[in-house]
């Protein structure tokens, strides 16, 4: 098979190109050359995808599979879509769960509503830019066109922080603000299993648009929490809150305390949307365990999590310390 990855060295990107090569495959990348490495043996193209003439790098290249991590202005996914009509068999999209309209009320399923956006617009929020790149790939390939609407991904490689700052986090030991209640609903997906899905659905010619994310429930904060302290080592005592007292104090859902939506919360459907599709389309997940553990392995591997494509780190992931001792101090 011959895949082509827009982008490639970020963490959905590079897990794809890293399996990819693990399957034998001839793997090209393109993106800027700004950040990142490949593995050895993958061809680079270069090229910026916003600048006039900036897609030329992929003239005359003939590929299997496309997959596309674009996550800027439509327009540009527009004109990549169009560029490689000719020249790809099947185009790979890496969306979001976020493309969902508000109230995201659980049960979310491919038919549900999404927001409304212009795939020939050069800005919007980050749902609007998802939306839009989704209609500019279909348009330009149709049924050879897959949508894969991720939601929160977690794995080796996490270039948000969620997963590795808990796991720091637990390490320091002593007592841990834990979000209650412990039961409550966590549904995720592994970079890996999503990596590893995608290229076989794009060796398949599997169109449509999928739910991609592990199935609701897989596990809870209770679980996430325990494999964290499992894998560290640490000594620490969880001390489990009520969300209301969490929320009275300030404290801010998903960014403060990454991960967790406490149940009512206006997103709280993104963790808990329907995959029937994608389960009945072949996605499997590995264990929690083995996620965490192999996240923690890779984190002391390189002590600080990498930026994102380029961007400064997401400097707001995490509750500081001094907060979190006055929260439990109450």
Partial sequence: MRLLVLGGTGFVGG???????????TVTVFNRGLH?????GVHRLRGDRTEP???????????????????????????AARALVDAVDHYVYVSSGSVYADPAALGLNEDSPVVDADPD????????????????????FGDRALVARAGLILGPGEDIGR???????????GDVLAPGPAELPVQYIDVRDLAGWMLDAGARRLGGTFNAIGRPGQ?????????????????VRLRWTDPASILAAGVEPWSDLPIWLPAGHPYRGLLERDVTRAFAAGLTCRSLAETVDDTWRWLREVD??????????HSSIGLDPTREAAVLAT
């Fill in 15 to 25: 897990a794809t190109v890293t399996e990819a090569v693990r399957r034998g495959w």
């Fill in 36 to 40: 990142g490495t490949v593995p050895a």
């Fill in 53 to 79: 003439d900036g897609l030329a790098a992929l003239a005359g290249g003939e590929w299997d599979v496309v997959v596309d991590t674009w996550d800027g202005a439509p327009r540009a996914a527009r004109d």
């Fill in 121 to 140: 617009s050069v800005d919007g929020d980050y749902p609007q830019l998802k939306s839009g790149a989704e209609r500019a790939v279909r348009e330009a």
């Fill in 163 to 173: 997963l590795p700052w808990w796991l720091r986090r637990i390490e320091r030991g």
């Fill in 219 to 235: 596990t809870t904060m209770g679980e996430l929490l325990g494999a964290c302290v499992a894998a560290t080592g640490a000594d």
């Fill in 304 to 313: 600080v999590v990498p930026p994102r494509a380029g961007r400064p780190l």
